[in-house]
């Protein structure tokens, strides 16, 4: 049985199959269905019995690289961006929506006493903003955050967790986008 992660990477990454239009517009439905989100959502409670986070596996590794590289690859695939949610400019703003509701499920969660782990969309975040795409996803996270964050102390905590447990490799790619946006934020 495939799972959703898997139907994704198989999608975006089949370059030899005739039928890539048709996988496309599966893509296009998992993506406006927000199955996204519900996949990202299952990968924050990935904790052991014990509490501790579990680092990435490799399968989870590529997963994030596909997530973030989907409009790459269907252009690639297509030879032209045709396919208006699979554009770079939507995509990264769906994406980074569905960080924000991944943020709320984490936020629900810990609320209610279970733990949780933002280690996978810590990953797709900095992997997006690496690869360019900060501007979007800050320009649809920022004003998010700075409305959480007026008074709820448990949003200060996951919204800095989020910003600061980034994968180092990404950090430089993350906090420069971040200053050179937060100034209609700062009070």
Not at 10 to 19: I, K, R
Not at 39 to 62: M, N, P
Not at 90 to 107: C, D, G, H, I, R
Request: net charge neutral.
């Amino acid at each position: 049985m495939q799972t959703d992660s898997h139907v994704v990477i198989h999608c975006a990454a089949d370059s030899h199959s005739t039928e890539i239009r048709t996988a496309v517009t599966l893509l296009e439905g998992w993506l406006a269905k927000g199955r996204m989100c519900e996949l990202i959502c299952r990968k924050t409670l990935s904790v052991d019995g014990d509490g501790k986070r579990r680092s990435l596996s490799a399968a989870s590794e590529r997963l994030v690289t596909r997530l973030v590289a989907i409009p790459d690859i269907v252009a690639n695939q297509l030879h032209v961006q045709e396919r208006s949610l699979l554009t770079r400019g939507n995509y990264y703003k769906l994406l980074a929506e569905s960080v924000l509701e991944v943020l709320q499920f984490t936020y629900d969660n810990l609320k209610n006493g279970r733990d949780c782990s933002l280690s996978f969309v810590n990953a797709i975040f900095g992997k997006a903003c690496l690869q360019g795409h900060a501007d979007v996803l800050m320009s649809v996270l920022l004003p998010s955050f700075s409305s959480f964050t007026q008074s709820d102390p448990l949003w200060c905590r996951i919204c800095q967790r989020f910003l600061t447990a980034t994968p180092d490799r990404c950090m430089e790619s993350v906090i420069t986008p971040l200053l050179s946006n937060i100034e209609p934020f700062v009070v």
